[in-house]
């Protein structure tokens, strides 16, 4: 098993970057692939980026596609999402996954408590 902490989130402004971390426990860090989702106030959880355990595959979806980056560290044990160009329609809680597997399906069995992020406009 293993347990996820994001941290990172805040308040900023439209046009603003950020970058969101996620520490992981656990040993075999490679061996889950981890993936970033939102959730707006009154909306579902959305999937927005996952990466593979050694991280040479990476996934978008369409709403932060060339805004956002997803990248891993495997020897800290940490997942990051770097977004730039933050639009007001960004603002959500993110959530930090993990998936029993190294190889990305989307299909997530851990999951953090989440990290607030606000764009003003």
């Known amino acids: 098993q293993v347990q996820l902490v994001e941290s990172g989130g805040g308040l900023e402004q439209a046009g603003d970057s950020l970058r969101l971390s996620c520490a992981a426990s656990?040993?075999?860090?490679?061996?889950?692939?981890m993936g970033w989702f939102r959730q707006a106030p009154g909306k579902e959880r959305e999937f927005v980026s996952g990466i593979s355990g050694s991280g040479d595959k990476t996934y978008y979806s369409d709403s932060v596609k060339g805004r956002f980056t997803i990248s891993r560290d495997n020897a800290e044990n940490r997942v990051f999402l770097q977004m730039n160009s933050l639009k007001p329609e960004d603002t959500a809680v993110y959530y930090c996954?993990?998936?029993?597997?190294?190889?990305?399906?989307?299909?997530?069995?851990?999951w953090g408590k989440g990290t607030l992020v606000t764009v003003s406009s």
């Open positions: 656990g040993r075999t860090f490679g061996s889950y692939a």
């Open positions: 996954a993990a998936e029993d597997s190294s190889i990305w399906s989307g299909r997530m069995d851990y």
